[in-house]
């Protein structure tokens, strides 16, 4: 497989290691809960603030509002000035960003061990002290309808994306762009931040992960001495969101635009997500994701369509299970020379169909759970990476217990589970799928 | 209060160990020099193999050899065909990634201890041993010419090809490493085993290790996959001549948004000046958002998402290089912005405030870098072939911190040069005329 081919979008989901023994989680009287995790081995530490706050979470009109309230955050305060934020964290040797999803917006800050209290004294800072100047917003506003200019915009392939999940969905709010659609972006104002902010960033509903070379309980003091004394948001209300209805037809869309190098085929199939107490599910589809397209050269797509046929030249299938609603599973084939995109489908189709059929071939599910299980152990290497699946797993619905039951559940997985799996999930009628095509040369979609 | 604060934490930032890091140099019994840091609290090891050369070693009409044959080593070794050998990996558990840059190839290796003989022995087939059967050789060629045909739509690619070939010409710096449709259609067998020749051989070798081996065991390793290498390849191609001259070029691009790559000469890696520029690239256009274009390009007016610079301080030729995006109707004042802080520094210097700030950040971010084996591991490689001694880790940062107001006064005016900057527009730029 070839690392650099520029298609590698879509990379499977490994399983979230055990490391119950270095994990220890608290909740403050306010609401807010932490998770420490502790990595001895370099003597710095990672801080995250994650708010169960995301695209989702957008009132119909004002789409991109909590991506544009984390460009925001990094605004000022009664005691920062604009952009002083991470002029401090650089000036303490750190890095610092943030980023916004469908379930969440988080912010983090990567520093040697013995800054964190500074990092903790500004982030609880910002959590209920932003100050927003009539320069700041507006001139911000230019910077994130830039960002959809680069992202999306000059980008064929970001565009399609996006119609093709408006299309996915056909009632929940992860059919809108995280970015905004640009004629809703260029309303925003001052006051669609501010309410945002005022509702959703509150200690009762974040959650700070802390990783790295650190004591939990002086994670735990400091937190009570900054967090502590926040007030909780009184809006918090549960997180009940517009849920997709039957989907009784399948959708199929076209685009072409001058950019486009080469053709490509998508589909997308509505997926069940990990629930709380309830992964078993996501567990089969991550196994059946990782045995169709997580490895380049032995997957079942890469082998029965780049290696056998050699009808395509690059194929990938991916599902990530870490969402609040309704996911989805992902699969993409770009086709070879002379290979038209009625026959790529036609191919990707006959292996879903042999694959809910006649299940999977045993050798390679053995090979797949090794290195599933192996990933564990590389995991352990990256205690960013560990920070990020609790951040994410706890503001996507799950609990802790969860994140720790998550690598038995994979492992417990059977080939019948997975076969079951395809069955259930491989259904046209709650399926996109999509032919990106270039312009003057366009194929009629059947 | 927090102002207070921060500049309290800012004095202990010279603690912060990268040392913590403890290196060992080793000679395997066979002769293979290497570097090692031990650290057994997980059970695997990374382990980095670079040859000096890289894709600069292709000969003018085999364009993309040298990568097409990175990209075909783990298509089949030894008795495994290209499903054998990828099947026996992932039994394995193992991770081997190839690839090629300008100056090296690289093989990045991790592997459990539980089976690391095993994983060893087929990374051996793959080194010594490829097969570089007919069907792979195609089917990676096909690869390699999907992304050729992708980057002459993407713009980014576009614009850094061109400012590419005018920097450097006819040497392979000029060009992608890909290689061209022609050149990579044409390529053989025999191109890829001569290409293999080239750069895979001891004189050129770099190694290093992070994680659960010890030094005994990680000397039998590499004689054992390494010691049946050929002890010399290709000489390296001469130093490159920098081409480029001030100016604009503007290559037309259906697109909302202009891209921009521009740039000109920097500065070599063992010169004297070197560290004096790296801090003066931070404070202009280091990564981050306190940098002097971050600011007024982006903070103070809105008219990009993101603006960095870098040195590229190659082995044969330096560039300084930086690049952003603006809307076509704004692209003409954002490089006019560029323009005037790189003129405004070049006169000026800048500021002891900003000075510090980028001394106190790059200090201070160094020894973050340090997260993980395989990242390590990778360092630790091109500290070998920057040819910096192991105490270079410690010493680093007393290098930044050496760097005063005069150095970056002095070496302002000896490289910025306003009129010298070439930007490639790729886009419909809204009123900004070509120039030569």
Redesign the interface.
């Known amino acids: 497989m070839f690392r650099t081919l520029r298609w590698t979008i879509l990379a499977a989901t490994f399983a979230a290691p055990a490391l119950a023994d270095e994990v220890t989680t608290f909740t403050l009287p306010n609401g807010l809960e932490a998770v420490v995790i502790e990595d001895h081995r370099a003597p710095v530490v990672v801080q995250m603030v994650w708010y169960r706050a995301g695209a989702a979470d957008e009132e119909p009109g004002v789409s991109g509002i909590a991506h544009y309230l984390e460009h925001l955050m990094f605004k000022g305060t009664d005691t920062l000035a604009p952009g002083e934020f991470s002029k401090i964290v650089e000036a303490n040797g750190g890095a610092d960003n943030a980023f916004t999803s469908w379930d969440f917006t988080g912010y983090y800050q990567r520093v040697a061990a013995d800054r964190l209290e500074l990092m903790m004294q500004m982030e609880a800072d910002r959590m209920r002290h932003l100050k927003l100047t009539e320069d700041d917003w507006q001139t911000e506003r230019e910077v994130v309808i830039e960002e959809r200019n680069q992202r999306i915009d000059s980008d064929p392939g970001a565009i399609f994306g996006e119609q093709r999940r408006a299309a996915l969905y056909l009632n929940h709010p992860y059919g809108r762009p995280v970015i905004g659609w640009r004629h809703e972006m260029e309303k925003l104002t001052r006051q669609d931040a501010l309410d945002w902010y005022g509702r959703y960033y509150a200690p009762n509903n974040a959650v700070l992960v802390v990783a790295g070379d650190v004591d939990p309980e002086a994670v735990r003091a400091l937190a009570e001495t900054y967090y502590g004394p926040l007030d909780p948001s009184p809006d918090i209300a549960p997180r009940v969101r517009p849920q997709e209805p039957p989907q009784l037809a399948e959708r199929r869309l076209s685009f072409s635009d001058p950019r486009v190098s080469r053709p490509y085929v998508t589909r997308s199939y509505l997926a069940p997500e990990r629930d709380p107490g309830a992964q078993e599910k996501a567990a089969a589809l991550t196994v059946l994701a990782a045995m169709l397209g997580g490895d380049g050269q032995t997957s079942i797509l890469a082998r029965k369509l780049q290696f056998e046929s050699r009808q395509a030249i690059y194929t990938s299938a991916r599902y990530d299970g870490s969402s609040y609603d309704d996911t989805s599973f992902d699969l993409a084939v770009i086709p070879a020379d002379g290979v038209t995109l009625a026959e790529a489908e036609a191919a990707l189709d006959a292996v879903l169909a042999d694959v809910q059929e006649n299940g999977v071939d045993p050798a390679q599910f053995e090979r797949v759970k090794a290195r599933l299980r192996a990933g564990l152990i590389y995991a352990k290497d990256d205690v960013g990476g560990l920070a990020r699946r609790y951040g994410e797993a706890l503001t996507t619905g799950l609990t802790v217990a969860d994140v720790e039951a998550w690598p038995d559940i994979v492992d417990a997985v059977s080939e019948a589970d997975v076969k079951a799996a395809a069955a259930e999930v491989f259904d046209r009628r709650r399926s996109v799928t999509g032919w990106m095509m270039k312009t003057g040369e366009e194929e009629v979609m059947q | 209060?927090?102002r207070l604060?921060?500049a309290a934490?800012?004095a202990?930032?010279a603690a912060?160990?990268a040392s913590?890091v403890e290196i060992k140099e080793i000679t395997s019994p066979g002769g293979i020099r290497a570097w090692l840091v031990e650290?057994h609290?997980?059970?695997?090891t990374a382990l980095e193999i670079r040859f000096r050369g890289g894709s600069s070693l292709d000969l003018p009409e085999k364009r993309g050899a040298t990568l097409l044959m990175m990209?075909t080593l783990?298509?089949g070794a030894g008795d495994l065909d290209?499903?054998g050998?990828?099947?026996a990996r992932?039994?394995l558990?193992a991770?081997f990634?190839?690839?090629a840059n300008d100056d090296s190839v690289s093989v990045s290796v991790?592997m459990?201890s539980e089976n690391r003989d095993a994983a060893v022995a087929l990374l051996k087939t793959a080194l010594t041993a490829p097969r570089f059967d007919q069907d792979a050789i195609d089917?990676?060629r096909?690869?390699?010419v999907?992304?050729i045909?992708?980057?002459?739509?993407d713009?980014n690619t576009i614009a850094w090809r061109e400012f590419d070939q005018q920097a450097f010409g006819a040497h392979p710096y000029a060009s992608s490493r890909n290689g061209t449709l022609l050149s990579v259609a044409a390529l053989t067998r025999d191109d890829l085993i001569a290409a293999k020749a080239n750069v895979m051989a001891r004189d050129r070798l770099y190694v290093s290790a992070v994680g659960d081996i010890t030094e005994a065991e990680l000397g039998a390793l590499l004689d054992d996959l390494l010691g049946d290498l050929p002890e010399t390849g290709a000489p390296l191609p001469p130093k490159a001549e920098l081409g480029l001259k001030g100016g604009v070029t503007v290559i037309d691009f259906?697109?909302?948004?202009s891209?921009v790559a521009f740039g000109h000469e920097g500065i070599e890696r063992h010169d004297p000046d070197f560290f004096a520029a790296y801090v003066l690239n931070q404070v202009i256009g280091g990564h981050?958002?306190?940098a002097r274009l971050m600011?007024e390009v982006?903070?103070?007016?809105?008219?990009?998402?993101?603006i960095s610079t870098d040195l590229v301080p190659m082995d044969l030729g330096w560039t300084w290089k930086g690049g952003f995006?603006?809307?076509n109707e704004k692209v003409s004042e954002a490089i006019g912005v560029v323009r005037d802080e790189w003129a405004r520094i070049a006169a000026e210097g800048v500021s002891d405030e900003e000075l510090e700030?980028a001394k106190?950040?790059?200090?201070?971010?160094?020894?973050?870098r340090?997260?993980?084996?395989?990242r390590i591991a990778g360092i630790l490689v091109g500290m070998q072939m920057d040819d910096l001694p192991t105490t270079y880790l410690r010493d680093r940062n007393s290098y930044i911190e050496a760097v005063t107001s005069d150095d970056i006064k002095r070496v302002a005016r000896r490289l910025m040069k306003p009129d010298a900057l070439r930007f490639v527009v790729v886009g419909q730029p809204a009123g900004l005329e070509p120039s030569n």
Do not use: H, W
């Open positions: 209060m927090i604060l921060a934490f800012v202990l930032l912060l160990p913590a650290e609290s997980i059970p695997f990209a783990e298509e290209s499903q050998f990828a099947e992932e039994a558990a991770g990634e190839f690839d991790r459990l089917r990676v096909a690869q390699v999907s992304i045909q992708s980057d002459e739509k713009p259906a697109s909302p948004q891209v981050g958002f306190g600011e982006r903070e103070k007016r809105g008219l990009t998402y993101g995006a603006s809307a700030a106190t950040y790059l200090t201070g971010a160094y020894p973050l340090f997260d993980g084996n395989g």
